[in-house]
């Protein structure tokens, strides 16, 4: 099996020195950790994202640019190259994949970590009917989970191709068991569903390729925009569990981010793999990855233990 440490690596000694990365939608939350992480592995990555230091997306959040996603990617180790993209914009995802075409020739990991769709979900999505919910705000969610998903592969998989062994990566709220469920509201629950079909999919059209296509989900992800919704910080993040006791199992996004720098790593990826969803606590026990507090929560098994059996259980247990 193989074994993920959190030893501080350069470009020149990583697992993943030589390879080149682009994380779509790498501004905050996972798709920053994610960039960071492949970097700490030696990755030279390429972030894109609506947020650039001249530029605010509907997100509406400034504290985080891809600016400054790059200068971490770089501080961990790897090469951080912030490249200002719209992924919903077919001419900018051309000039992007051009870009990495003429400065790399090819494209070995492709993490398609696009959304930015949290601020349609409160008051107007969960909890209503289809019929009931705003279709501009329904139609928005597809096109920011799925549209957006749909025309970075498209554009970029011919150069992924190239590599020796190409990875791509989808990231999604829940896996194909956990999602079984209903998401509450159709809109939502297609386009988190869309990127495991998406996975599935592409995992039959890159295996001629030796290529893996998996999607996968974190589980209560302490994103900066989660922690400002409960009014705390990584420091305090534990105050939350008073407002939402399922808060108890969250977990920070270098979790995800460190686990999916192994599977990366992984010579053995494809066999495991390959067209399937799994889950940032999968992952780390395949790897033996730790969250940054030392920990490994399962935030899935939690919600299905508790939340929906209603078992007896401490979040303790799932951590």
Do not use: C
């Amino acid at each position: 099996m193989s074994k993920h440490t959190n030893t501080q690596h350069t470009s020149q000694d990583g697992p993943l020195a030589g390879r080149i990365a682009l994380v779509a939608g790498a501004t905050r939350g996972a798709g920053r950790a994610l960039a960071v992480e492949l970097g700490r592995a030696g990755a030279t990555v390429y972030v894109t994202g609506r947020t650039t230091r001249e530029h605010v997306s509907e997100v509406g959040r400034t504290t985080e640019t891809i600016e400054g996603t790059a200068e971490l990617v770089t501080a961990a180790g790897g090469t951080g190259i912030a490249v200002p993209t719209d992924h919903l914009d077919e001419e900018r995802v051309r000039a992007l994949v051009g870009r990495i075409d003429r400065e790399q020739g090819r494209l070995d990991i492709l993490v398609n970590d696009l959304w930015g769709g949290e601020h349609l979900l409160t008051g107007s999505v969960f909890g209503k009917k289809s019929w009931e919910t705003p279709l501009a705000d329904g139609l928005r969610i597809l096109e920011l989970g799925v549209r957006s998903h749909v025309i970075t592969a498209a554009l970029a998989l011919p150069l992924l191709v190239r590599s020796d062994a190409p990875l791509h990566v989808e990231v999604t709220d829940g896996t194909a068991v956990s999602n079984r469920r209903y998401r509450e509201n159709l809109y939502y629950d297609l386009a988190k569903n869309a990127p495991i079909r998406i996975a599935f999919g592409l995992g039959q059209e890159l295996a001629e390729y030796g290529g893996t296509a998996v999607a996968v989900t974190p589980g209560f992800l302490r994103s900066e925009q989660m922690l400002a919704h409960f009014g705390v910080r990584e420091e305090n993040w534990r105050d939350a569990i008073a407002q939402e006791p399922g808060f108890a199992v969250a977990e920070s996004p270098h979790y995800l981010a460190r686990a999916i720098a192994a599977l990366a790593a992984d010579p053995d990826r494809a066999t495991r793999w390959n067209g399937k969803s799994t889950s940032s606590a999968e992952l780390a026990r395949t790897y033996d990855i730790r969250d940054v507090d030392g920990s490994r929560p399962d935030a899935w098994a939690y919600f299905e233990d508790v939340t929906y059996a209603g078992k007896d259980s401490s979040p303790d247990d799932y951590r």
